[in-house]
């Protein structure tokens, strides 16, 4: 019998890897979920045999996402905290304000669309597995966003993880999570050029991991692990390969034959040439708890999957790389 995986996201990076991983196993069929079919995404996943209907996950009207769900045996959500951050902070910034309220407003908008998500999939009696792309929490977790001080895209992401867990009692026992580690182009990753001179430019303390993913090809791989052979409750921190960061460095430097300079820098000096909290807060969490090296409680490694997907390690992945152009792409955010 073929079953259902219904795609929410399937347009971005992390549903696009999944859709497209499922689109390749012949016993499933995908609905890829998006707010724009017309897309030319959203046509390419057409063109490649999902089945594209429209749906959004900020309408409190839950039906047409409950007749996007209709059927699934599998759900796939990730939900975007920066299309609502970036132009709310630019805004608060170009007014001469901190930018610290854009993260509020983010999480008010990213926690509302994983609640409907929830609500919604929680009435869908074939639905097997929910999996949901979230990021572990730096206070411990709590649905009250008033114990959130700097970081609030974590607590947004992990809210939807508590919420299933205490709030939904349908779901909680279908749900799985991942979270994916940082892109493989996370800027922390690539380094400044200065007419000739490479240097990265580093908050992360030199011994800290920082694991790697490639989003595109990545998640969906391992969101096949946790829908066909983890069971549910699984949570998983995914990732291709795990390096520091004076590894990264070293690594380009194999790769492009190039020498860089690793010099490190405060979280508290970014702030003050422009940075916010919202992002760097994270780096402070990082540097003391090398999170990802020594796991999180609850959490398993990729190692821990019983068929882990075979991924290219940083260093090959580093040598597919138009380094100038990630550079360049890099200097411009």
């Known amino acids: 019998m073929t079953k259902l995986i219904v795609v929410v996201g399937a347009t971005g990076k ?22 724009k079919p017309d897309s030319p995404a959203a046509q390419a996943l057409a063109k ?3 089945e594209v209907v429209q749906a959004d996950l900020a309408d409190e009207d839950l039906g047409p996402l409950k ?10 959500v990730n939900t975007d905290f920066w299309e609502v951050y970036r132009p709310a902070a630019t805004a608060l910034v170009a007014a001469g304000k901190d930018a610290a309220p854009a993260g509020r407003q983010a999480f008010d908008h990213e926690t509302a669309c994983r609640k409907h998500a929830a609500d919604a999939a929680a009435t869908i009696p074939t639905l097997e597995r929910f999996v949901l792309s979230s990021l572990t929490s730096l206070v411990g977790g709590s649905l009250d966003p008033s114990k959130f001080t700097r970081s609030f895209h974590p607590e947004s992401k992990n809210w939807g993880v508590e919420y299933i867990e205490t709030q939904v009692p349908a779901l909680a026992p279908k749900l799985s999570v991942i979270v994916p580690a940082a892109y493989n ?19 992360i303390h030199p011994h800290i991991h920082i694991p790697t993913i ?10 096949r692990c946790l829908v066909e052979d983890e069971p549910a409750g699984t949570k998983l921190l995914a ?13 380009f430097k194999r790769v492009t034959g190039h ?36 796991g999180e409680p609850g959490y398993i490694k990729p190692v821990g999957l019983k068929n882990a997907p075979l991924r290219p390690s940083f ?14 792409a890099n200097a411009a955010r």
């Open 315 to 328: 260093e090959d992945w580093a040598k597919t790389v138009d380094w100038e152009a990630a550079i360049a």
């Open 14 to 35: 992390q549903g696009g890897s999944v859709a497209t991983t499922f689109l390749g196993l012949p016993e499933w069929h995908v609905r890829a979920v998006t707010r």
């Open 185 to 203: 182009t996370n800027r922390l990753m690539v380094p400044r050029k200065v007419g000739d001179a490479y240097t990265f430019f580093s908050p």
């Open 214 to 223: 490639n989003p595109d090809t990545g998640v969906g791989p391992f969101v």
């Open 239 to 251: 990732y291709d390969s795990n390096q520091t960061i004076s590894e990264a460095v070293d690594i």
């Open 259 to 294: 020498e860089a300079a690793f010099v490190p820098v405060t979280t508290q000096q970014l702030v003050a040439a422009g940075g916010t909290w919202e992002v760097l807060g994270v780096v402070d969490y990082l540097n003391e708890h090398d999170a990802y090296e020594r």
């Open 67 to 76: 007749a996007a769900f209709e059927g699934a045996h599998a759900i796939f």
């Open 48 to 50: 490649a045999g999902a």
